[in-house]
């Protein structure tokens, strides 16, 4: 038996990506506690409302994700104009069956509320507010968080999940944020209305007439809200808009007559910036204070929920003595990619946004114009790429398969063919003895996963946090093996996240992708 887990793993901000950090660790049998410099939870405008299916399958792990997106509104089609012309709309793959919409839009409030709420009954975690911490110290044993009161916080690691503002605990760090700042500001209103025929899409004109050249977004919300985000000049004064009646011009241009509310508003610039680290010693950073996105894509929090489950998870392997310390370095490798893909991605959305050059801007209007009728312009109208899980082929966990090569970034909408180190597509299966476990990433989730096919031959593994299944025994009807593109001669090792650390046709093979999938090992297999 593993020695019985006494220091807490401390979660720096309450936010959703602290408190997703939070209940994660717990569900591994972790304790924790949560610092928040604030008195109490302020509950205030819609803020990150687009959440991304993988992630609200992260969140059902937790027991949330299923009441998140029924709170939410579903949405399954992206549709872009040009003025006032439809370019065009995309919806979803999902290689598997998830039992998760594509994207469901919910007030970051609500999402806070309902992970308050779990987090209530969970024995292991404690939060304290009030609690700003100012100075972190390290040792071999552990980590020391001191606060502007005067108290002093003790775990054996700590995550750092205190958003943008997190200036004072990356200066502690050492750690670097570079990046720029854009000019524009986005103009931001959550306005109580009704928009027949608009409450199941996410809608997104380049150009419109009522507001020349520049965009307008529209996110259908619950309770007939409506989520709009005007891209406006830099030296654009809300207060003076809204007493001059500019605001509610804005506001009348998109719903028309109708009558309406303005529940929240608020005016911001956007960000491209990442960490130069997101491990240092015993703390890992995630989240926000790691990096920051423009939000067309939905790329903010949905990337900061990814973080902590890959967090989560390898702080646990690591407290059970599962895996060495060496494991924590994966989570900058794996995380700080995944942030760089981000920023690649949402900074060319900017760029076709906000050209910087007249040669950007000539080129934008070239190929709004000319997507209208030709398809081939069409896939360079960049309106933000939406929010997907990063696919880990290059992390040194993962085991290469030179029979499924990576294809590079996906067609949007689109997932790549599963492979090693891609998300596993879920799929419904059926385990004997466990009537709770009805999907293949419920099972991933208990630990790391072997499947065996039809032809291969028992596999005996004695690693802790490590079961092996039959995939026929999973799914006698094909579907699973189906949806991997599973051969009967392979086995496939998913990690404890879901996402596929190696398909092997040697079950010799096994066990030295196993210790790479934890990093017991980390040469080239």
């Known amino acids: 038996m593993t020695a019985p887990v006494l220091d807490p793993v401390l979660v720096v901000g309450a936010g959703p990506v602290g408190q997703t950090t939070a209940l994660l660790l717990a569900r591994w049998g972790l304790p924790v506690v949560v610092l928040d410099a604030r008195p109490a939870r302020d509950l205030v405008g819609s803020k990150a409302i687009c959440q991304q299916r993988d992630v609200l399958d992260v969140w059902e792990s937790v027991g949330v994700g299923a009441e998140v997106a029924r709170r939410g509104v579903t ?51 404690e939060v304290r507010w009030g609690c700003a911490v100012g100075g972190i110290d390290q040792d071999e044993d552990g980590v020391t968080l001191r606060c502007a009161d005067g108290g002093e916080h003790r775990g054996s690691h700590a995550v750092v999940c205190a958003g943008s503002r997190a200036d004072v605990l990356r200066r502690e760090l050492g750690l670097t944020f570079d990046g720029r700042t854009f000019g524009d500001q986005f103009l931001i209103c959550d306005i109580r209305t009704d928009l027949p025929g608009w409450d199941t899409e996410r809608r997104f004109y380049f150009d419109p007439e009522w507001n020349p050249g520049r965009q307008v977004l529209i996110h259908p919300c619950p309770d007939s809200v409506f989520r709009i985000d005007w891209q406006v000049p830099p030296d654009f004064d809300l207060a003076v808009e809204e007493a001059s009646g500019g605001l509610d011009a ?238 009967p001669d392979e086995v496939w090792v998913l990690r404890p996240d879901a996402h596929v650390a190696a398909v092997l046709t040697d079950v010799a093979a096994v066990p030295a992708a196993l210790d790479r999938a934890t990093a017991r090992i980390t040469e080239t297999i």
């Open 75 to 125: 949405w399954t089609t992206a549709r872009t104009f040009h003025r006032d012309h439809e370019v065009f709309s995309f919806d979803f793959v999902d290689r598997g069956r998830s039992p998760f919409p594509p994207f469901v839009n919910v007030s970051q409030c609500l999402t806070e509320e309902l992970l308050d709420d779990v987090i209530a009954g969970q024995p292991l975690i």
């Open 250 to 487: 804005k506001i009348r241009q998109v719903v028309g007559d109708r009558g309406y509310e303005v529940v929240w508003k608020s005016v911001y610039r956007f960000h491209s910036r990442v960490v130069d680290r997101m491990r240092a010693g015993r703390v890992l950073v995630a989240g926000d204070a790691a990096h920051l996105v423009s939000p067309f894509g939905a790329r903010g929090l949905n990337s900061g929920v990814l973080d902590a489950e890959n967090a989560a998870w390898k702080l646990a392997w690591v407290r059970r003595g599962w895996a060495g310390d060496e494991l924590l370095d994966s989570y900058h490798h794996e995380r700080h990619a995944a942030a760089v893909e981000n920023l690649d991605v949402t900074g060319a959305t900017m760029r076709f946004l906000v050209p910087a050059t007249p040669e950007e801007a000539a080129h934008r209007v070239d190929v709004l114009e000319r997507a209208t009728t030709d398809p081939a312009a069409r896939a360079q109208v960049d309106s933000g790429r939406l929010a997907e899980p990063f696919w880990y082929v290059d992390s040194p966990l993962t085991t290469p398969d030179p029979r499924r090569p990576f294809a590079g970034r996906p067609p949007r909408g689109e997932a790549p063919e599963p492979a090693p180190g891609v998300l596993a597509p879920d799929c419904p299966v059926t385990v004997a003895g466990r009537p709770d476990l009805t999907r293949l990433r419920q099972l991933a989730r208990e630990g790391v996963t072997v499947l065996l096919g039809r032809d291969v031959e028992p596999v005996d593994v004695s690693d802790d946090g490590t079961q092996v299944h039959r995939i026929d025994d999973l799914d006698p009807t094909g579907l699973l093996a189906g949806a991997l593109g599973a051969c």
